[in-house]
Protein backbone atom coordinates (compact mmCIF):
# COMPACT_ATOMS: atom_id res chain seq x y z
CA UNK A 1 0.00 0.00 0.00
CA UNK A 2 1.49 3.29 -1.08
CA UNK A 3 2.07 5.82 1.87
CA UNK A 4 0.88 9.23 1.66
CA UNK A 5 2.32 12.16 3.32
CA UNK A 6 0.29 15.21 3.41
CA UNK A 7 1.05 18.98 5.24
CA UNK A 8 -0.55 18.40 8.72
CA UNK A 9 -2.06 21.99 8.32
CA UNK A 10 -3.00 24.78 5.85
CA UNK A 11 -4.27 28.29 6.24
CA UNK A 12 -5.83 30.58 3.82
CA UNK A 13 -8.37 33.27 3.24
CA UNK A 14 -11.56 33.69 1.09
CA UNK A 15 -11.68 33.82 -2.20
CA UNK A 16 -7.49 32.37 -2.32
CA UNK A 17 -6.75 29.53 -4.57
CA UNK A 18 -5.44 26.73 -2.08
CA UNK A 19 -2.87 23.63 -3.11
CA UNK A 20 -2.76 20.94 -0.65
CA UNK A 21 0.03 18.35 -1.93
CA UNK A 22 0.67 14.79 -1.21
CA UNK A 23 4.04 13.07 -1.66
CA UNK A 24 3.35 9.35 -2.49
CA UNK A 25 6.59 7.83 -3.72
CA UNK A 26 6.18 4.12 -4.08
CA UNK A 27 2.77 4.37 -6.14
CA UNK A 28 2.60 1.41 -7.95
CA UNK A 29 1.46 1.39 -11.64
CA UNK A 30 -2.53 0.69 -11.27
CA UNK A 31 -3.12 2.96 -8.41
CA UNK A 32 -4.84 5.93 -8.92
CA UNK A 33 -5.07 8.91 -6.67
CA UNK A 34 -8.17 9.79 -4.85
CA UNK A 35 -8.95 13.00 -2.32
CA UNK A 36 -11.87 12.98 0.42
CA UNK A 37 -12.78 15.44 2.41
CA UNK A 38 -14.69 15.42 5.31
CA UNK A 39 -16.14 17.96 7.80
CA UNK A 40 -16.32 18.01 11.59
CA UNK A 41 -18.64 14.96 12.87
CA UNK A 42 -19.68 13.77 9.42
CA UNK A 43 -18.37 10.78 6.93
CA UNK A 44 -15.46 11.77 4.16
CA UNK A 45 -16.86 13.04 1.20
CA UNK A 46 -15.26 11.82 -2.22
CA UNK A 47 -13.80 15.06 -4.62
CA UNK A 48 -11.52 14.14 -7.28
CA UNK A 49 -9.54 10.82 -8.37
CA UNK A 50 -7.07 10.81 -11.13
CA UNK A 51 -4.35 8.68 -12.90
CA UNK A 52 -2.42 10.85 -14.37
CA UNK A 53 -1.99 15.11 -15.81
CA UNK A 54 -4.51 16.75 -14.92
CA UNK A 55 -8.24 16.35 -13.76
CA UNK A 56 -11.20 18.61 -13.23
CA UNK A 57 -14.40 18.80 -12.03
CA UNK A 58 -16.81 21.18 -10.60
CA UNK A 59 -15.28 21.45 -6.95
CA UNK A 60 -11.50 20.92 -7.92
CA UNK A 61 -8.35 20.52 -9.92
CA UNK A 62 -5.76 17.25 -9.68
CA UNK A 63 -2.23 17.49 -10.75
CA UNK A 64 -0.32 14.81 -11.24
CA UNK A 65 3.25 15.19 -12.55
CA UNK A 66 4.33 12.61 -15.16
CA UNK A 67 6.57 10.63 -12.24
CA UNK A 68 3.57 10.24 -10.48
CA UNK A 69 5.33 10.59 -7.23
CA UNK A 70 2.77 13.51 -5.97
CA UNK A 71 -0.17 15.33 -6.48
CA UNK A 72 -1.09 18.18 -6.05
CA UNK A 73 -5.38 19.11 -5.05
CA UNK A 74 -6.26 23.18 -6.36
CA UNK A 75 -9.16 24.55 -4.70
CA UNK A 76 -10.26 27.73 -6.79
CA UNK A 77 -11.63 30.61 -4.70
CA UNK A 78 -12.39 28.87 -1.07
CA UNK A 79 -14.91 29.93 0.69
CA UNK A 80 -15.23 29.36 4.71
CA UNK A 81 -17.23 26.80 4.13
CA UNK A 82 -13.94 24.56 2.48
CA UNK A 83 -12.61 24.60 5.93
CA UNK A 84 -12.31 20.64 6.29
CA UNK A 85 -9.57 17.95 6.82
CA UNK A 86 -8.04 16.85 3.14
CA UNK A 87 -7.11 13.24 2.50
CA UNK A 88 -5.03 11.97 -0.20
CA UNK A 89 -5.89 8.01 -0.72
CA UNK A 90 -3.55 5.97 -3.24
CA UNK A 91 -5.20 2.70 -3.94
CA UNK A 92 -3.02 -0.61 -4.67
CA UNK A 93 -3.09 -2.09 -7.36
CA UNK A 94 -4.36 -6.04 -7.29
CA UNK A 95 -5.40 -7.89 -4.72
CA UNK A 96 -7.62 -6.36 -2.04
CA UNK A 97 -7.62 -2.61 -1.78
CA UNK A 98 -9.20 -0.92 1.49
CA UNK A 99 -8.64 2.75 1.50
CA UNK A 100 -6.74 4.04 4.40
CA UNK A 101 -6.74 7.43 5.51
CA UNK A 102 -4.01 9.18 7.36
CA UNK A 103 -4.14 12.24 9.42
CA UNK A 104 -4.80 14.24 6.49
CA UNK A 105 -4.79 18.05 5.82
CA UNK A 106 -6.89 20.44 8.25
CA UNK A 107 -7.87 23.61 6.00
CA UNK A 108 -8.35 26.57 7.90
CA UNK A 109 -9.94 29.03 5.88
CA UNK A 110 -10.20 32.85 7.46
CA UNK A 111 -12.30 35.53 6.54
CA UNK B 1 -27.89 11.84 -5.94
CA UNK B 2 -27.43 7.82 -4.12
CA UNK B 3 -26.22 8.27 -0.75
CA UNK B 4 -25.36 5.63 2.61
CA UNK B 5 -27.97 6.22 5.50
CA UNK B 6 -27.15 5.19 8.71
CA UNK B 7 -29.08 4.90 11.91
CA UNK B 8 -28.97 5.75 14.71
CA UNK B 9 -26.99 9.08 14.19
CA UNK B 10 -26.10 8.92 18.42
CA UNK B 11 -26.41 6.11 21.05
CA UNK B 12 -25.56 6.55 24.11
CA UNK B 13 -24.85 2.69 25.87
CA UNK B 14 -23.57 1.86 29.39
CA UNK B 15 -20.30 0.08 29.01
CA UNK B 16 -21.25 -4.35 29.01
CA UNK B 17 -24.06 -3.75 26.67
CA UNK B 18 -24.81 -5.10 22.82
CA UNK B 19 -25.09 -2.48 20.30
CA UNK B 20 -26.14 -2.59 16.74
CA UNK B 21 -25.46 0.33 14.20
CA UNK B 22 -27.44 0.07 10.91
CA UNK B 23 -26.47 0.97 7.09
CA UNK B 24 -28.51 1.20 4.29
CA UNK B 25 -25.55 0.96 1.10
CA UNK B 26 -26.42 2.67 -2.20
CA UNK B 27 -28.25 -0.21 -4.07
CA UNK B 28 -25.67 -0.92 -7.10
CA UNK B 29 -23.00 -1.21 -4.87
CA UNK B 30 -21.12 -4.62 -4.10
CA UNK B 31 -18.81 -3.57 -1.13
CA UNK B 32 -19.61 -2.02 2.02
CA UNK B 33 -17.05 -1.33 4.65
CA UNK B 34 -17.54 -0.06 8.32
CA UNK B 35 -14.39 2.88 9.73
CA UNK B 36 -14.49 4.31 12.63
CA UNK B 37 -13.14 7.43 14.45
CA UNK B 38 -12.58 8.22 17.62
CA UNK B 39 -12.64 11.93 18.22
CA UNK B 40 -9.74 13.90 17.62
CA UNK B 41 -8.21 10.60 15.66
CA UNK B 42 -8.10 9.04 12.52
CA UNK B 43 -10.41 7.22 10.09
CA UNK B 44 -9.75 3.95 10.95
CA UNK B 45 -10.67 0.80 8.51
CA UNK B 46 -12.41 -2.08 10.61
CA UNK B 47 -14.11 -4.65 8.01
CA UNK B 48 -15.28 -4.77 4.47
CA UNK B 49 -17.79 -7.15 2.88
CA UNK B 50 -18.54 -8.77 0.07
CA UNK B 51 -20.48 -11.46 -1.35
CA UNK B 52 -22.28 -11.78 1.98
CA UNK B 53 -18.98 -12.58 3.76
CA UNK B 54 -16.25 -10.19 5.24
CA UNK B 55 -13.13 -9.75 2.78
CA UNK B 56 -10.78 -7.47 4.95
CA UNK B 57 -10.95 -6.96 8.82
CA UNK B 58 -8.62 -4.70 10.67
CA UNK B 59 -6.62 -6.11 14.20
CA UNK B 60 -9.54 -3.31 15.55
CA UNK B 61 -12.07 -6.03 14.36
CA UNK B 62 -12.02 -8.72 17.33
CA UNK B 63 -14.31 -11.04 18.54
CA UNK B 64 -16.47 -8.27 19.93
CA UNK B 65 -17.41 -7.05 16.42
CA UNK B 66 -19.78 -8.41 13.96
CA UNK B 67 -21.17 -7.78 10.52
CA UNK B 68 -24.43 -8.73 8.70
CA UNK B 69 -26.22 -8.08 5.86
CA UNK B 70 -29.52 -9.46 7.37
CA UNK B 71 -31.78 -8.72 4.03
CA UNK B 72 -31.27 -6.96 0.20
CA UNK B 73 -30.52 -3.67 2.06
CA UNK B 74 -29.46 -3.30 5.35
CA UNK B 75 -25.79 -3.88 6.56
CA UNK B 76 -25.27 -4.12 10.64
CA UNK B 77 -22.26 -3.56 12.71
CA UNK B 78 -22.92 -5.73 16.16
CA UNK B 79 -20.63 -4.55 19.07
CA UNK B 80 -21.44 -7.51 21.45
CA UNK B 81 -20.11 -6.18 24.81
CA UNK B 82 -19.05 -2.33 24.39
CA UNK B 83 -16.12 -0.98 26.21
CA UNK B 84 -15.39 2.74 26.71
CA UNK B 85 -12.66 2.67 23.79
CA UNK B 86 -15.57 1.87 21.72
CA UNK B 87 -16.71 5.35 22.24
CA UNK B 88 -16.16 6.99 18.55
CA UNK B 89 -17.86 7.98 15.05
CA UNK B 90 -18.82 4.92 13.35
CA UNK B 91 -19.29 5.47 9.60
CA UNK B 92 -20.39 2.68 6.88
CA UNK B 93 -19.49 2.91 3.43
CA UNK B 94 -20.28 1.43 0.32
CA UNK B 95 -18.85 1.14 -3.60
CA UNK B 96 -19.25 -0.14 -6.69
CA UNK B 97 -15.99 -2.46 -7.28
CA UNK B 98 -13.03 -3.00 -4.93
CA UNK B 99 -10.37 -4.56 -6.85
CA UNK B 100 -10.37 -3.04 -9.78
CA UNK B 101 -8.47 0.10 -10.44
CA UNK B 102 -10.50 1.79 -12.91
CA UNK B 103 -11.47 5.28 -12.44
CA UNK B 104 -14.75 5.73 -9.48
CA UNK B 105 -14.98 2.32 -9.13
CA UNK B 106 -13.15 2.08 -5.91
CA UNK B 107 -14.74 5.49 -5.08
CA UNK B 108 -15.99 5.16 -1.43
CA UNK B 109 -19.71 7.10 -0.25
CA UNK B 110 -19.80 7.51 3.16
CA UNK B 111 -22.60 7.80 5.45
CA UNK B 112 -23.15 10.59 8.26
CA UNK B 113 -21.81 8.42 11.06
CA UNK B 114 -23.25 6.85 13.89
CA UNK B 115 -21.94 8.32 17.04
CA UNK B 116 -21.26 5.91 19.92
CA UNK B 117 -20.74 6.97 23.18
CA UNK B 118 -20.17 4.42 26.15
CA UNK B 119 -20.74 5.24 29.77
Known amino acids: LAKTTQPISMDSYEGQEVNITCSHN???????ITWYQQFPSQGPRFIIQGYKTKVTNEVASLFIPADRKSSTLSLPRVSLSDTAVYYC????????????FGRGTSLIVHP | EPEVTQTPSHQVTQMGQEVILRCVPISNHLYFYWYRQILGQKVEFLVS????????KSEIFDDQFSVERPDGSNFTLKIRSTKLEDSAMYFC?????????????????FGAGSRLTVL
Open chain 2, 49 to 56: FYNNEISE
Open chain 2, 93 to 109: ASSEAQFEARSGANVLT
Open chain 1, 89 to 100: LVGASGGSYIPT
Open chain 1, 26 to 32: NIATNDY
